[in-house]
């Protein structure tokens, strides 16, 4: 499992008698093949999996994302589907060469009053029914018994440091009203 935050999604793994290792950085073919790793788990990790390693475990490495995909690929995913005014949610999908581009395995849709609520409590949210979905599902994800989709919505991809100078434009950071932050951004396009 590549993860900074495990915690959450580590009783599904152990239920299903499953063994694992959590790892904060990349990893390579030698250390896969070294410790017989036959799945990956990516949540919360920012690192672009190497295509050696894609090609590898073709199918068998998933992200837990917080986003509907194909909307808000990349980085600060819930800030830019309030921003934008695209659905927010969470989805599971396939690793592959790509940013956020692979068949989707599970999603949902999350909907926010955002009159009261800010970045960050949206975002807590949105980490809870990731890791509620995951764990509704590891069993049968984990045998290949759900059958992906890519979506057929363009959607949307953001960079890390677009966010970044968004953020710089309002008060409070992540702690800021998701209303208020909106009428900034209406204003500064």
């Known amino acids: 499992m590549l993860s900074p935050y495990p915690e959450k999604i580590l009783d599904s793994i152990k239920n299903c008698n499953d063994e694992f290792m959590i790892r904060n950085e990349n990893i390579t ?3 896969l093949r070294e410790n017989n790793i036959d799945f990956i788990v990516s949540y919360g990790f920012k690192e672009i999996i190497n295509k050696s390693i894609i090609s590898l475990m073709k199918d068998s490495i998933i992200n837990l994302h917080i ?4 909307f ?3 980085y600060f995913p ?3 589907s309030h921003l934008e005014g695209t659905p927010s949610g969470v989805s599971i999908h396939i690793i592959d060469e790509g940013i956020d581009t692979g068949k989707v395995l599970l999603r949902k849709k999350i909907y ?3 009159s009261i609520h800010s970045f960050s409590s949206s975002y807590f949210i949105l980490k809870g029914e990731i890791e509620n979905l995951f764990n509704s599902n590891w069993s049968r994800i984990r045998l290949n018994k759900i059958k992906g989709f890519i979506p057929f919505d363009k959607g949307t991809f953001h960079l890390k440091k677009e ?3 968004f953020l710089k434009k309002i008060n409070n950071d992540w702690d800021t009203n998701i209303n208020e932050a909106i009428e900034v951004f209406k204003k500064s396009n």
């Open 67 to 70: 986003s509907y995909l194909p």
């Open 163 to 165: 966010g970044l100078n």
């Open 112 to 114: 926010f009053d955002t």
């Open 29 to 31: 073919t030698d250390f």
């Open 72 to 74: 808000n690929k990349g």
């Open 78 to 80: 819930n800030l830019w």
